[in-house]
């Protein structure tokens, strides 16, 4: 099951293990079982720590990871290779003593939780939001016994998926019932347990001093922001909704430049290590409500923020960012997570010998085509233009799979359910007239994006399609405040473009700053 690069890896880390573990394997004579059981054998060989035993369960295959002598472990039903190897290396070391790296706060916070919470979680292995949940919900199950926790490989365990209506992955049960769905991480799901959290976070940030650089948004654009200020030795904070944005979600990236291949989680956890090698004040999970302008140039801004608390300012960059956009036709919102899906390397499995459709001609769209092509029954993509709109080289490729149909010139008008989930979708011939209906199972809408500036709107100058208005520096139509990134109106939404123009708009935050008057120089309360 492991290389030898893995293997070898795999023993430097288990090194750090500081209390005995066991692999407690539940298996019967099927070919995902033997699997399982080499894997187990694989990593005992690696460690005089760990042992392997048998036990039931009644899911197979499955294994649990315990703390010899104890009740603390966590469970893996099926096998964590691909994104899960991760959680697989933190769960051994975790069970097995060694220290994460979760903020004190957060680990008391976890460790004061009353009550009794059985977490399971249905992940895929192409699924990169999957990990942060995974990990998140098995370190607070080592972190609190009275916390416990399974993550299911739902490709594997496809009768118990279809039974539970689990549609879209990560999909997070707490003691039966649906708890939530998407990337968490250990606050988040804390915030939904804990509902006191809210009211204190809000009461820290409040307290802050204000900063002299505030960057509202945390994607390429506002790392870059913020270490070009916080390397001019400037107070510089960060209040993001979700740090590392929409490139968490981005599978493969291969035009960074100097890096031929990365994918997205990856770059997001070392845009994160390089903005904490500076002393930037990083607020995550903070989403911006509304932005109270300064009274008068020089003054603090203030954004206030969804939780309640405010941050003061006297320069703000705006990098919100972007989101998918949605189709807005009936019966999206209602079989969203049921069907209705915008991640086809999180959900597609899922799918699998499933119909489906592609909303979208772009390069996003023929390159989810493609991709589900090799996992489901049929796909059928559905373009509103008259013809494909995405890189020839992907549109020759698309073409070549025998189990997709392309429809051209066509507006989708309707998602179709049962109550429960998705059974197809109506479109319009947009060239000959007429309404047609698609039976499938799934929709993969990939249709671009939507700038994130609702909370903007009536404060700064944005265009009619909600992007924010900037000059050649970065500068908004509010002195003392700068935008960057996909939320603005620079073409071509890019990750290594978002990182210049939030270098860019840094340089000029802080340019700004020092030709201010003698007299606004000094950080004082507008």
Not at 46 to 74: E, K, Q
Request: charged content about 20%.
């Amino acid at each position: 099951m492991l290389d030898a690069n893995l293997t070898a890896q795999l023993k430097t880390y288990l090194v750090n293990i500081r209390q005995p573990i066991e692999l407690v394997a539940a298996a019967d004579d099927g070919a995902k079982s033997r699997q399982m059981l080499t894997l187990l054998d694989e990593i005992a060989a690696l460690s005089p720590d760990v042992t392997v035993t048998r036990a039931d369960d009644a899911r197979i295959p499955s294994f649990l990871i315990r703390r010899a002598g104890t009740d603390i472990g966590v469970r893996f039903a099926g096998l964590p290779m691909g994104h899960e190897f991760t959680s697989l290396v933190l769960a051994l070391l975790q069970v097995g003593g060694h220290p994460s790296k979760l903020a004190q706060d957060v680990i008391e916070q976890v460790r004061a939780l009353d009550g009794d919470y059985d977490f399971e979680t249905y992940f895929s292995l192409s699924c990169q939001n999957c990990p942060d949940v995974v990990q998140a919900l098995n370190l607070m199950s080592v972190l609190n016994p009275r916390i416990r926790h399974v993550a299911i490989e739902g490709g594997l365990f496809q009768e118990e998926v279809a039974r539970r209506g689990v549609m879209s992955v990560p999909a997070i049960f707490l003691n039966g019932e649906l708890f939530a769905s998407g990337r968490m991480d250990v606050e988040q799901i804390l915030g939904k347990l804990d509902t006191g959290s809210t009211a204190r976070t809000a009461a820290k940030l409040a307290a802050k001093e204000p900063f002299d650089v505030l960057v509202v948004g945390g994607g390429p654009a506002g790392a870059g922001a913020a270490i070009y200020t916080a390397r001019k030795g400037i107070r510089t904070g960060i209040a993001a909704e979700r740090f590392g944005g929409q490139v968490l979600d981005t599978m493969s990236i291969e035009n960074f430049i100097s890096v031929s291949r990365t994918e997205g989680p990856k770059l997001v956890a070392q845009m994160e290590q390089h903005v904490a090698d500076y002393s930037v004040d990083l607020m995550n999970l903070q989403r911006a409500d509304r932005l109270v302008p300064a009274a008068h140039e020089g003054g603090l801004h203030e954004v206030q923020l969804a939780d309640g608390g405010t941050l003061k300012a006297r320069t703000v960059i705006l990098s919100t960012g972007a989101r998918w956009r949605q189709m807005n036709v009936p019966g999206e919102e209602a079989y969203r997570n049921k069907g209705v899906t915008y991640c086809p390397h999180c959900d597609g499995p899922l799918f699998r010998d499933k119909r489906v459709a592609v909303i979208g001609g772009g390069n996003s769209g023929v390159e989810a085509a493609i991709d589900l092509a090799g996992l489901v029954a049929h796909v059928t993509l559905i373009e509103y233009a008259g013809e494909l709109r995405a890189d020839a080289v992907l549109q020759r490729k698309l073409a070549s799979l025998p189990n997709v149909r392309v429809v051209t010139s066509a507006l989708t008008t309707e998602v179709v359910g049962d109550g429960d989930r998705v059974v197809g979708l109506r479109y319009e011939d947009r060239q000959g007239g007429g309404v047609h209906q698609v039976e499938l199972e799934g929709i993969f809408v990939q249709i671009g994006l939507v700038p994130n500036t609702e909370w903007l709107q009536g404060t700064i100058a944005l265009t009619p399609r909600g992007e924010i208005e900037v000059d050649d520096r970065g500068q908004t139509s509010l002195p003392g405040v700068f935008a960057a990134g996909d939320v603005t109106t620079v073409p071509y939404k890019q990750i290594v473009v978002a990182m210049g123009e939030g270098s860019k708009a840094g340089l000029s935050a802080f340019d700004y700053l020092i030709r201010l008057p003698v007299e606004d120089a000094a950080l004082v309360d507008a």
